[in-house]
């Protein structure tokens, strides 16, 4: 099993910026895919960002050029730098992990086997 612990989230103004982190522990394979999404009031859940174990990245069209994922293999910690936040960003934001490499869909949900508790990111006008 693996448990995956995010931090970092908090309230800013439109314009402001937060850098959330998610650690892993447990029976951690850094040879994997790790990824953010988020899910706001009455929304579905969404991929913002997903990187594997060679750096290679996938992210949604609403947060590019906004947003930055990155990985820490040693450290087993995963990080999202989110500035020029926008109120439309206001959800939680979930941290999760796949078994292995994954070739395609990086934001697709059901690639992942492992799930944090979530952070709560809230932008205001």
């Known amino acids: 099993q693996v448990q995956l612990a995010e931090s970092g989230g908090g309230s800013v103004q439109s314009g402001g910026s937060l850098n959330l982190s998610c650690v892993a522990s447990?029976?951690?394979?850094?040879?994997?895919?790790m990824a953010w999404f988020r899910q706001g009031p009455g929304k579905e859940r969404e991929g913002v960002g997903g990187?594997?174990?060679?750096?290679?990245?996938a992210y949604a069209d609403s947060v590019k050029g906004r947003f930055t994922i990155s990985r820490d293999n040693a450290k087993n910690t995963l990080y999202l730098q989110m500035n020029n936040l926008k109120p439309e960003d206001t959800a939680m934001y979930y941290c999760?992990?796949?078994?292995?490499?994954?070739?395609?869909?990086?934001?697709?949900?059901?690639?992942?086997?492992?799930w944090g508790q979530g952070t709560q990111v809230s932008v205001s006008v």
């Open positions: 999760a992990a796949s078994f292995g490499f994954v070739k395609d869909n990086i934001l697709n949900p059901v690639e992942y086997e492992y």
């Open positions: 990187i594997n174990y060679d750096g290679s990245t």
């Open positions: 447990g029976d951690t394979d850094s040879r994997n895919c």
